[in-house]
Every structure is written in C-alpha cells, then in structure tokens.
C-alpha cells in the first residue's frame, strides 16, 4: 500500500536516501553511469539540503511510504507551482509510487489555487510525464549525457 504524506524533519536523511539512490542508480540515460555527474547532481540531497527546505517557506515536502518503507520523495513550490523534485527509491521502482507522489503534489498545487504546474523533467522520467499528462513547456536543454524537458500541466478544468 502506498501512502503519501508530508515530510517532517524526521525525514531528511530517508528522502536524501531515496533521492540520491533514484537519481545514481535509476537516471542513467542521464548521467552516463558517470561518478562525477553522479556526485554532482547529489550534491546538494543531503539531510541538511532536505532539512532547510523544509524549514523553506512556500516549499511543501513530501514521503511516499510503500507498505510502511520510504519509496519516493517529492517537494513542490506554492510560490510559481513548480515540482522541484519526485523521486522513486530504485527497489520501489514501478509500483506505483511516482504516480501517487505525482497525483499528490498536483492535486496540492490545484488546491492551492495554482492553474499549471511546471517541472523539468529529466530524460529517464520524460515518457512517465507525458503518459501523466504533461506537455512540453519549451525545447529540451542538453543537460549532462541527455536533455532536460521542461514541462507543464493544466491543473484547472477552466470552469473558474
Ligand atoms: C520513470 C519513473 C519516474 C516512473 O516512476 P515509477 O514509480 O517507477 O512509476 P509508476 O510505477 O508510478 O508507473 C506509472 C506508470 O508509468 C509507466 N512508466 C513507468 N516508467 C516509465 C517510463 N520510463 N517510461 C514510460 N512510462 C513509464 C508505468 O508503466 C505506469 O503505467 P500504468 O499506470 O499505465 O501501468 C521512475 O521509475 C524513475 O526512473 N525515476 C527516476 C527519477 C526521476 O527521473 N524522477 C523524475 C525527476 S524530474
């Protein structure tokens, strides 16, 4: 079972794991198996990273849990309705838990009064997006071994 619910303190080394777990062993595509791009990328999901993100105001964090066990991470801005981060742990890979993580911030973002939500997408995630929705938002940026896609989602039905 799958839950998602806002992250605390508490969950600041669980998220740095997930995330930097997801994005060495499941983003590839992305860095080429490369150990400095690796180390690049994580370098900034560590505890404390997560800890004053947290303490950020107008950034919302949160923990997926698969059957009790961190499985993804996510955090999203009120500010401009961006995802900044959605991470699926790699033993959790294709259970679900990006979806419901996604599910979740987008319908955080359209309660908060927010129209369309923006992410940049990387390439590994780029498909999972579009199958979710998500269009492009501007042409890729190279990025590393591939591209980054910024996109974007209709969150209101238009009837405001
Ligand atoms: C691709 C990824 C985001 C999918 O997350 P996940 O938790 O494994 O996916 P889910 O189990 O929620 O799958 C949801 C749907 O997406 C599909 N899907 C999963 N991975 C996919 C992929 N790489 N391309 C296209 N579709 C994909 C699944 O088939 C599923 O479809 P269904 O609902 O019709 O059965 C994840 O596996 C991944 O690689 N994450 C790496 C971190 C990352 O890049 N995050 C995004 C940062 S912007």
Redesign the pocket.
């Known amino acids: 079972m799958i839950n998602i619910r806002d992250a605390t303190d508490a969950d600041a080394e669980a998220m740095s794991e997930v995330v930097t777990a ?2 060495r062993d ?2 590839s595509i ?1 860095h080429g198996d490369d150990p400095r791009r690796i180390a690049q990328w994580n370098s900034n999901k560590t505890p404390a990273h997560f800890r004053r993100w947290l303490a950020t105001p107008g950034m919302r964090l949160f923990l997926a849990e698969r059957d009790g066990m961190p499985a ?1 991470a996510g955090s999203l801005s009120l500010d401009d309705g961006v ?1 900044q ?4 742990a790699p033993q ?11 599910a979740h911030m987008e319908a955080v973002l359209r309660q908060a009064g927010i129209d369309t939500a923006r ?4 390439e ?9 929705g998500w269009v492009a938002d501007g042409p890729p940026v190279p990025r590393m071994d591939a591209y980054s896609h910024p996109m974007r989602k209709q969150l209101a039905s238009g009837s405001a």
């Open positions: 997801s994005i499941l983003c992305d993804g995802i981060l959605a991470y699926v959790h890979r294709s259970h679900g838990v990006t979806s419901a993580l996604l992410l940049i997408s990387t590994t995630a780029h498909r999972f997006y579009v199958k979710a």
